[in-house]
């Protein structure tokens, strides 16, 4: 989780994703220095957690955002995203599928993370409005996988119709 570090990094290109496993204090804390820095969005993703958790930890995220004007996206839980009505929903490709148009189109800002090209192409028919592509680096998420590299990023990036960020051991040397 990158915090605001450098007078150089352009945040608003920035969308933050978190893991509260790497943070050295409260989440709580951490995103308010987070969303201090203005970020372009930051993404809720605590993959570890059930819902009715994760939905607990997303109230109380989410007007640390709205303080700050920075968009919140929930991660996952389609339904913990209906009730508390956040700036955005990320679903894992695999859940994105088994959604219907109506539920794609109760959020202005819907993403997902693609891994290949044909990805890319399926997340923009289904109505998403960015992708985050990955993973680029190694990272400690996904241990023992290379990463994709740079010159996949390009080519989508190249791709797709829609915004790319990327993901994967991103740090604000490799931003």
């Known amino acids: 989780m990158i915090i ?3 007078e150089r990094i352009d945040w608003n290109r920035v969308v933050c994703v978190t893991n509260r496993h ?4 409260p989440l709580e804390e951490r995103m ?11 993404i809720l993703r605590e993959k570890d957690m059930e819902e ?6 997303a109230a109380r995220m989410i007007p640390i955002c709205r303080s700050q004007e920075v968009p919140v996206i929930l991660h996952s839980f389609f339904s913990s ?3 508390l009505r956040p700036d955005g929903l990320h679903l894992p490709l695999s859940l994105l599928r088994r959604t219907t148009p109506d539920q794609r189109r109760r959020f202005r800002v819907l993403g997902t993370s693609c891994h290949s090209l044909t990805d890319v192409q ?9 992708i985050l592509a990955g993973h680029i680096y190694a990272t400690s998420c996904k241990q023992g996988l290379s990463g994709r590299g740079i010159d996949f990023l390009a080519k989508v990036c190249a791709d797709s119709p829609v915004p790319v960020y990327a993901i994967g051991g991103i740090t604000p040397q490799r931003l």
């Open 4 to 6: 605001c570090m450098s």
């Open 22 to 25: 790497l943070c050295d204090g």
């Open 32 to 42: 308010k220095r987070i969303t201090a820095c203005r970020p372009r969005a930051v």
């Open 52 to 57: 009715k958790e994760y939905e607990a930890l």
């Open 81 to 83: 995203a209906v009730r």
């Open 122 to 130: 399926e997340a923009a028919a289904l109505g998403c409005s960015y």
